[in-house]
């Protein structure tokens, strides 16, 4: 059954606290990804991992950093959260080049 | 570098009306696209995705046709059913990106009864 799993669905923080949004996927998917989705900026890659412990920097990395540990779990991690944070996060997995990504239900993050 | 570009970011029609929504883009290589939908409060997930030998894909009433002379991708149905409505993202991801996908910023679909 392939899915992508996100945690918290939910989550208010207050400003300067750490986050910690997980993900996984249960299809052995090398390359994971981690998006954020703003009203009218669409989606902006943060991280992409390409397996355990090979991570690069997305277009936005600025604020985060991220955690894979395990091929099937990829962690983002805000240290000192800021308000402009605020936004859905999206987790997402593919098997490689040209081939369609999975995504999770979305992560909505509230930093007051 | 890539990107990806579509120019309305709201369409409203009438249900029954046919759709067209723009996507150009630009990539240094040969890139591969792909159209996603998002429905309210879902995660986003693939509509199509552009073929390497010119068949023109389709799913679900909507096809796209990639033009590589003038960069463009754009998704169209002949008919639109009020399920329709969605975010639309139009995605390019070149062969030699390394599994990067860039996305557009997205058009909302509304189809009005």
């Known amino acids: 059954d392939m899915k992508v799993t996100q945690m918290p669905r939910y989550l208010i923080k207050r400003m300067g606290e750490n986050v910690l949004l997980e993900c996984g996927q249960d299809?052995?998917?090398?390359?994971m990804y981690w998006y954020r989705q703003d009203p009218g900026l669409g989606l902006q890659l943060i991280y992409i991992?390409?397996?355990?412990?090979?991570?690069s920097e997305g277009d936005i990395p600025k604020g985060y950093r991220v955690s894979r540990k395990k091929r099937e779990h990829f962690s983002l991690i805000l240290d000192s959260a800021k308000t402009n944070q605020t936004s859905v996060y999206f987790c997402?997995?593919?098997?490689?080049?040209?081939?369609?990504?999975?995504f999770g239900e979305g992560s909505r993050l509230i930093v007051v | 570098g890539d990107s990806v570009t579509q120019t309305e970011g709201l369409v409203t029609l009438t249900e029954g009306l046919p759709v067209m929504l723009n996507c150009t883009y630009q990539?240094?290589?040969?890139?591969?696209l792909f159209w996603y939908v998002q429905h309210l409060n879902e995660a986003p997930k693939l509509l199509l995705k552009?073929?390497?030998?010119?068949k023109r894909p389709e799913h679900q009433g909507f096809h796209a046709t990639l033009h590589k002379s003038s960069s463009s991708f754009h998704l169209q149905k002949s008919s639109a059913q009020l399920s329709d409505s969605a975010l639309y993202y139009c995605?390019?991801?070149?062969?030699?990106?390394?599994?990067?996908?860039?996305f557009g910023k997205g058009t909302q679909l509304i189809i009005q009864p």
């Open positions: 997402a997995s593919s098997s490689g080049t040209g081939n369609t990504l999975y």
């Open positions: 299809m052995s998917h090398e390359t």
């Open positions: 991992s390409y397996d355990v412990d090979s991570n």
């Open positions: 990539s240094t290589y040969s890139p591969f």
């Open positions: 552009s073929f390497t030998d010119n």
């Open positions: 995605a390019l991801r070149n062969t030699e990106g390394a599994d990067r996908l860039t």
